[in-house]
């Protein structure tokens, strides 16, 4: 996940710039299904299209299916200056295609060609639509090429996408941004392989996802390729452009662990570095091995509000690290969130983003078993705190596995408190249910069956009962999609506080600023406590979490619970064990 939502303004929606006329196009032909139906029509204008995804029901496209990615930027040196780049996409035809649709909504297009044939192409709303001089027969594979600029410096009604940082940039595309950086087909559902080169000015070091395959320096700039050995879903892109240093160790097995951080601060931030490899043990030993071919973590001299599990290369802002108010324990914590993302979200990938509370569940579980185990945070302490709560996130965001939708113009204030703590609860009920024995063999064939590939809600059920041997569907319709938290299994004491009757939006508002400062100044006041009580040798700094961090996971400042890092949104709790 990122970890972190800020209100947004809604998107522009209009023509792509750089959009050309159509030309006159052969007939189309009889086409196979329904789908082709609305998606080829001929004499029908260029629309938008989507999968029919719940919650971003325009993103993705169907009729073809992506099988990789080529990604080839170009940076000037000026993070507000948009890159020359050209988007390449091999796709397999699902179906008859007469035009091929595109999610990209943040640059200037120059050209596309369909198989090497110059293409026409126009805009419609958040899609590039594409048209060949032929139409596409299903069961083949095509080739499309895009020239086009990314634009670092979002408008007003954009978020996300590329993140300006002190010394270049990085990518932060979860949950719904990535085509405000390439043309793409922007929804988890359709993962693909990913060859990314980077050209740059000589005094900058380049890293994207995966692995080095090739670098080629000239008298003023240096090209950087990396490619991907396992399918990744857009939102989960990465790179990194600055003025960095790249670390390199080996963890568990020999993998290449390699961390991309700002070169004035190596020294610094080497102590963090070298707990990466211990912590990917750790996450070996609850769920199996590692993987990807690589892992490390991207320190961006940015502030953003969040982290994010940005595919072997996770986004952190660099202060989480150098902040001396955070206490050592949460920093551990939340790296092990993002790295235990590598199996919950990026290995087995949702296959609808109202599956998230499996990405999200999972990361918040193992980053409060971590912090259990190692720092004696005990996760019953958390658990029950979260049930307190737990109606009233319901009430706020709906059940875990069926989030509302999100406001217009709010798109990632799907990251709401009941798909962090929430989801969390719902497998620590679920342990409770069937055991700690079949729950910890649950885990382990969960993202060995799904590995590289999509899974969803269903699938997570039906693997549980299976494992179990019991038919657990009552239990999760109840635990999933219940607007009431159902009794926690061994805990019959714990209560769930009934939700406030909704405010106004005026009275919202109003408490909303109010409950931050309260909480800001409740922050500061138990850091000073906490930092006088921790010995020195284990940190001694503790920060509830800043106000930043609320805003990934809901509304939490408002209902009086802590909050921990979040992503970009609205206002957002949780953690509401964090401070112990």
Not at 94 to 123: C, K, M, Y
Not at 225 to 243: D, F, N
Not at 486 to 515: F, V
Request: glycine letters at 8%; charged letters at 25%.
């Amino acid at each position: 996940m990122p970890l972190s939502p800020r209100t947004q303004t809604p998107r522009r929606s209009g023509p792509l710039r750089g959009a050309r006329p159509l030309r006159r196009r052969t007939a189309a032909a009889l086409l196979a299904s329904a789908v082709s139906v609305a998606l080829l029509a001929a004499s029908a204008p260029p629309t938008p299209l989507g999968i029919g995804d719940r919650l971003f029901p325009t993103l993705g496209n169907p009729g073809y299916d992506v099988a990789a990615y080529h990604l080839d930027f170009t940076y000037s040196g000026d993070n507000r200056a948009p890159l020359a780049a050209v988007t390449t996409i091999d796709a397999w035809t699902t179906a008859d295609l007469d035009r091929i649709n595109l999610d990209f909504a943040h640059g200037t297009v120059e050209s596309v060609e369909v198989d090497g044939e110059p293409a026409d192409f126009t805009g419609a709303g958040e899609d590039l639509v594409v048209t060949p001089e032929e139409p596409l027969s299903a069961g083949s594979l095509t080739r499309i090429t895009v020239r086009h600029t990314s634009d670092p410096v979002g408008s007003d009604d954009s978020d996300g996408g590329w993140v300006r940082t002190a010394d270049g940039l990085a990518m932060a595309n979860q949950a719904d941004a990535a085509h405000l950086v390439f043309p793409c087909n922007d929804h988890p559902s359709d993962k693909a392989m990913f060859t990314i080169r980077i050209t740059a000015p000589n005094d900058y070091t380049a890293v994207a996802n995966g692995l080095p395959t090739g670098r080629h320096r000239t008298a003023r700039t240096t090209t950087w390729t990396y490619r991907t050995k396992h399918p990744m879903a857009t939102e989960l892109a990465q790179v990194s452009i600055g003025r960095s240093s790249v670390v390199r160790r080996e963890g568990p097995g020999g993998l290449p662990v390699r961390d991309v951080v700002p070169s004035k601060d190596r020294e610094a931030l080497e102590p963090w570095l070298a707990k990466t490899p211990d912590q990917i043990a750790w996450m070996e030993s609850k769920v199996g091995p590692y993987p990807f071919e690589t892992y490390g973590v991207l320190m961006a001299q940015a502030s953003t509000g969040f982290e994010l599990e940005t595919q072997t290369l996770s986004l952190f802002e660099k202060d989480i690290f150098t902040e001396p108010a955070y206490p050592k324990w949460y920093v551990e914590s939340i790296m092990v969130h993002e790295l235990s993302h590598q199996w919950f979200g990026d290995s087995v990938s949702p296959r609808a983003w109202s599956d998230l509370w499996l990405n999200e569940g999972h990361a918040t579980w193992y980053e409060t078993l971590y912090a259990d185990e190692t720092a004696h945070r005990p996760m019953e302490t958390r658990m029950k705190a979260a049930y307190g709560a737990s109606d009233t996130w319901r009430a706020a965001g709906g059940p875990p596995a069926r989030p509302k939708a999100p406001a217009r113009g709010q798109k990632i204030s799907i990251f709401r408190p009941n798909v962090y703590d929430g989801a969390s609860l719902v497998l620590y009920a679920l342990r409770q249910e069937i055991g700690h024995r079949d729950f910890d063999r649950l885990e382990r064939a969960w993202v060995a069956r799904h590995r590289d590939s999509t899974a969803s809600t269903a699938d997570f059920v039906r693997l549980a009962s299976e494992i179990s041997g019991r038919d657990l569907r009552g239990f999760f319709q109840q635990w999933l999609y219940g607007a009431k938290t159902p009794p926690m299994p061994g805990h019959p004491d714990w209560k769930s506080t009934e939700p406030a009757k909704p405010a106004t939006q005026g009275e919202q508002t109003k408490q909303t600023k109010q409950a931050k400062r309260t909480q800001q100044a409740q922050q500061t006041k138990q850091a000073q406590r906490d930092r006088r009580a921790e010995p020195a040798e284990q940190g001694g700094q503790e920060k509830r979490d800043r106000p930043a961090e609320q805003e990934k996971r809901g509304t939490g400042a408002a209902e009086g619970t802590q909050s921990t890092r979040g992503k970009r949104g609205e206002e957002a709790p949780v953690m509401v064990g964090a401070a112990g």
